[in-house]
């Protein structure tokens, strides 16, 4: 069964609106989770990732308030898109570790994704 | 340039026939994903390599460090093998993990 569960599946709102993603890690914590975006065609590129109990740690290029994260318990990350616009349109998915050491060789769980239409 | 390229980019084959997607990346890296998303979106880790050969089922990875490539094999491949596979990386540097561009499979009948 999935490990990582996210919520909504798909999402389709007006331009200006604000529209919340939660990524929730089901049997483990997980003290970093990972935000990415995909655009039609192209490769998962890292927008963000979340650390539990501070700050995001955003990738160049990626606004901060814009894509709101909070990270405040270890088993759940949300994402928000501020005022979102079209061109906001995208697949949305997070990840999660199950091992606290960033980096050391252990899966990363994948949600089921966010598919985001503004319209 | 991509740190990770993947080859070949669409491939179709016949029911049965034996697959294989090539993965090459120009960094140092502490260990390989291979992972198959399904036309809805959904993501599932199918291996994660630093070393030699895994298989599962009629999957198959493997990993030549230093020639900085993987290769992901199917054998007796099924209709529903059909979904795109993505190599990813993680970085000896990094925490997060770098993706090729996918491979797009369709297996037919």
């Known amino acids: 069964g999935a490990v990582v569960s996210q919520h909504p599946s798909r999402v389709i709102c007006k331009s200006g609106t604000s529209v919340k993603i939660e990524c929730r890690s089901l049997?483990?914590?997980?003290?970093?989770m990972f935000w990415y975006r995909q655009f039609p065609k192209q490769s998962l590129m890292l927008m963000a990732t979340?650390?539990?109990?501070?700050?995001?740690?955003?990738e160049q290029g990626v606004e901060k308030d814009k894509f709101l994260i909070n990270h405040a318990s270890l088993t759940l990350s949300t994402l928000t898109v501020t005022s979102a616009h079209p061109e906001d349109s995208s697949f949305y998915i997070c990840?999660?570790?199950?091992?606290?050491?960033?980096?050391?060789?252990?899966?990363?769980?994948f949600g089921d994704g966010t598919r985001l239409s503004i319209l | 340039k991509n740190e990770v390229e993947q080859s070949p980019q669409n491939l179709t084959a016949q029911e049965g026939e034996f697959i294989t997607i090539n993965c090459s990346y120009s960094?140092?890296?502490?260990?390989l994903h291979w992972l198959q998303q399904h036309p809805g979106g959904g993501i599932v880790s199918l291996f994660m390599?630093?070393?030699g050969k895994k298989k599962h089922g009629r999957l198959i990875a493997t990993i030549n460090i230093q020639e900085k490539h993987s290769s992901l094999h199917i054998t007796a491949s099924h209709p529903r093998d059909s979904a795109v596979y993505i190599c990813?990386?993680?970085?000896?540097?990094?925490?997060?993990?770098?993706f090729g561009k996918g491979t797009s499979l369709l297996v037919t009948p």
């Open positions: 990840s999660a570790h199950r091992d606290w050491l960033i980096g050391m060789d252990q899966p990363q769980h």
């Open positions: 049997d483990f914590q997980a003290t970093t």
């Open positions: 979340s650390n539990e109990g501070s700050k995001a740690t955003y």
């Open positions: 960094v140092g890296i502490s260990a």
């Open positions: 390599l630093s070393s």
């Open positions: 990813a990386v993680l970085t000896n540097s990094g925490y997060a993990l770098n």
